[in-house]
C-alpha cells in the first residue's frame, strides 16, 4: 500500500487549512478551492472517495466532535425546530429535488432522481459548524444549525436505502421505507442510549488518563459499529452517546480532559481539512465519468438543480417556523420569534459537504438486473456541482450577509458578566468548603500554605471582572493579558534555567521533563484563569 499519497492528502490540507486561518474566507472555502485546483497538477493522484472509508471512519468522529461540543440543553429547548429541519426538510427535499430531477433531465427514472433528491437532502454538519462559529451568529440560530447538520445524515442515509432498493429493483414499498426509516431512528436513538452509560461508567472509573483517551478516540467507532450491525443509525447512535458524554464531562477526571481536549482539537483539525480538500480533488474523477451527459447540457441541469435545492430550503423553513407559531399560542409563548432575518440565514445556511459525495459514490454500478445504474454518472456530477455550488455560493455570502442583516452578535460584554457572577458563586462554595476543611484537625496546614488556597480562589474570582476594566494605557493591553504576559515571561526563565541545570548535568533528563511538565501545568492554569 502507497502510503504517500495520503501523506501528502494531510499535510497539504493542513498547511492550507493553517493558511486559510489568516485570510477572511473561511478555511472549508479555501480547502475546496485548493482541492479543485491540485486536482488537475500532473502527477497528483486521483482521490476518489471511498463511501467504505468516509461513512464509517470519517463522519463518526466528525459527528462525535460536533455533539460533544454541543449543548444537550439548548438542544432539548429547540428540539421541535431542529426535528422538522433534520427530518422534515430532509425528507421533503429528497422528494421535491427528486421531482425536479425527474422533470428536468431527460431519460432520467423517476426512482434514481429519488436516488439523486436524498443524497443531496442533507446540509454538512462540518460546513454548518464551521461557518458558524467563524461569522458569530445568535446562539439560537447556531444552535438550531449544529442540531440539524447532527441528526439530518441519518434521516438522508436511510431516505436513501430505500430509494436505492426501489431503482436497483428490490420491490421496496411505502410502508416499507416508513419500517425502515423507524427501525432506524428507534434503533439508532436506541443503541445509543444503551452504550452511553456503561460508557460514562467505564470514562470515570478509568485512573490511566491514557486509558481514558485510547477509550475517547474508540467511542463514534464502536457505537457507529454496533448500531449499523443491528440495521440501526449509526449517525444517530453516535450523537446520542456524544451529548450526554459532553453532558457528564465535568464527571471526568481533569487530566484527562486536558488531554482529550487536546486530542480532539488535533484529529478534528486533519479530519475537517481534508474532508473538504478531498470534495475539491474529486472534480477529475466525476468529470471522467459524464459520457452521454457532457457539454451544456450537463452546465444546464447542474445550475437547475442547484437553484431547486436552494429555493427548496426557503420553500420549507419559512412555513415550518411561522405556520407552527400562528397555529399554536403554546409555541408563541414558550419560543422567541426568530423573525425573517434569522430566518432566511438559516434558509441560507444550507451548505452540503462530504456526506452526500460519499453517499453518491456508493451508488451500485449496476441494477439486478444487471443493466447499468440510469444516471449514475449524471448523478455524481449534479451532486459534486451542488456540493461546490452551496460551499461557494452559500458559504462566501454568508458572513456579509448576517453583516448587511445586522443580526445581533453576541454580547460579549453581557457574557463576561454571566462569567463574572458564575465564577463568584463558585468561589463562595469553595471558601466555604475550603473552611469547613480546616476545621478538621486532620487537615491541619501552616498559614502561609492555607493563604495560598485563599489567594487562588481571590485570583480566579477577580480575573474575570479584570476582563471588564480599563486597558493599559501605554500598552492597551487589559489586566489580564498584563498578567499572563508576566507569568508566561516568569515561567519561561524558570524553564530556561532548567535547561541549563540539565546541560550542565546537576539534574538529569527524566527529572528535568519532570519539572518541566510541572511548569506547563502552571502555565496553562494562568492561562485558563484569564480566559
Known amino acids: 500500500m502507497d502510503v504517500m499519497p495520503l501523506l501528502l492528502l494531510i499535510a497539504g490540507s493542513a498547511a492550507v487549512a493553517a493558511a486559510g486561518r489568516r485570510t477572511p474566507v473561511p478555511a472549508p472555502l479555501v480547502l475546496v478551492a485548493a482541492g479543485l485546483i491540485v486536482s488537475y497538477v500532473p502527477g497528483v493522484p486521483d482521490y476518489t472517495l471511498d463511501p467504505h472509508i468516509v461513512l464509517p471512519l470519517l463522519l463518526p468522529p466528525l459527528l462525535h466532535t460536533a455533539a460533544i461540543d454541543s449543548s444537550y440543553l ?10 422538522l429541519l433534520s427530518v422534515g426538510y430532509v425528507l421533503f427535499a429528497t422528494f421535491v429535488v427528486g421531482w425536479a430531477a425527474y422533470m428536468i433531465v431527460p431519460g432520467l427514472p423517476l426512482t434514481a432522481a429519488l436516488v439523486l433528491g436524498a443524497v443531496v437532502a442533507p446540509p454538512d454538519a462540518v ?3 464551521a461557518i458558524a462559529r467563524r461569522v458569530g451568529l445568535p446562539s439560537r440560530i447556531t444552535t438550531i444549525l449544529q442540531g440539524e447538520s447532527l441528526v439530518n445524515d441519518a434521516t438522508a442515509i436511510t431516505a436513501y436505502r430505500v430509494a436505492i432498493a426501489a431503482a436497483v429493483g428490490e420491490g421496496a414499498t411505502w410502508m416499507g421505507g416508513i419500517g425502515e426509516f423507524l427501525l432506524a431512528a428507534i434503533g439508532g436513538v436506541g443503541v445509543g442510549l444503551i452504550l452511553m452509560v456503561p460508557i460514562h461508567w467505564l470514562r470515570t472509573r478509568l485512573k490511566e488518563p491514557l486509558l481514558q483517551n485510547t477509550l475517547s478516540l ?5 457505537a457507529y459499529a454496533v448500531a449499523e450491525q443491528v440495521h440501526a443509525s449509526g449517525v444517530l447512535a453516535v450523537v446520542v452517546v456524544a451529548l450526554y458524554l459532553g453532558h457528564r464531562a465535568w464527571e ?15 484529529v478534528a483539525f486533519v479530519l475537517e481539512s481534508s474532508v473538504f480538500a478531498l470534495i475539491g480533488l474529486q472534480l477529475p474523477v ?8 457532457e457539454g451544456m447540457d450537463a452546465a444546464w441541469y447542474a445550475i437547475a438543480l442547484f437553484l431547486v435545492v436552494v429555493v427548496t430550503r426557503f420553500v420549507w423553513v419559512y412555513p415550518a417556523t411561522f405556520l407552527p407559531r400562528v397555529l399554536s399560542a403554546r409555541i408563541r409563548a414558550r419560543e422567541t420569534n426568530p423573525g425573517w432575518k434569522g430566518t432566511f440565514i438559516i434558509s441560507w445556511a444550507g451548505m452540503r459537504g462530504v456526506v452526500s459525495l460519499a453517499i453518491a459514490f456508493s ?8 443493466e447499468p445504474f440510469p444516471g449514475r454518472n449524471l448523478i455524481l456530477f449534479l451532486t459534486f456541482t451542488t456540493v461546490i455550488g452551496t460551499l461557494v455560493l452559500q458559504g462566501l455570502t454568508l458572513p456579509p450577509l448576517i453583516g448587511v442583516l445586522k443580526l445581533p452578535r453576541p454580547d460579549l460584554q453581557t457574557q463576561t458578566l454571566a462569567e463574572a457572577n458564575a465564577q463568584a458563586q463558585a468561589s463562595r462554595a469553595a471558601e466555604r468548603r475550603l473552611q469547613e476543611l480546616l476545621t478538621d484537625e486532620r487537615n491541619a496546614l501552616p498559614d502561609p500554605l492555607a493563604d495560598r488556597l485563599r489567594s487562588v480562589l481571590e485570583r480566579r474570582r477577580n480575573a474575570v471582572w479584570e476582563r471588564l476594566g480599563q486597558p493599559n494605557p501605554i500598552t492597551g493591553e487589559s489586566a489580564d493579558d498584563t498578567y499572563r504576559r508576566l507569568a508566561r515571561e516568569m515561567i519561561g526563565a524558570e524553564r530556561d534555567m532548567f535547561r541549563r541545570l540539565r546541560d550542565g548535568r546537576y539534574i538529569d533528563d527524566e527529572m528535568f521533563r519532570t519539572l518541566l511538565r510541572r511548569l506547563d501545568l502552571e502555565e496553562a492554569a494562568a492561562y485558563r484563569e484569564t480566559t
Open 218 to 222: 474508540l467511542i463514534p467507532f464502536v
Open 363 to 370: 451508488i451500485p454500478a449496476t441494477v439486478h438486473g444487471g
Open 286 to 293: 466525476v468529470l471522467r465519468g459524464l459520457g452521454e451527459y
Open 74 to 83: 439548548d438542544l432539548r429547548a429547540q428540539m421541535r425546530p431542529v426535528a
Open 252 to 266: 471526568v477526571d481533569f487530566a484527562t480532559r486536558l488531554q482529550e481536549e487536546a486530542v480532539w482539537r488535533m
Open 127 to 129: 460546513a454548518a459548524t
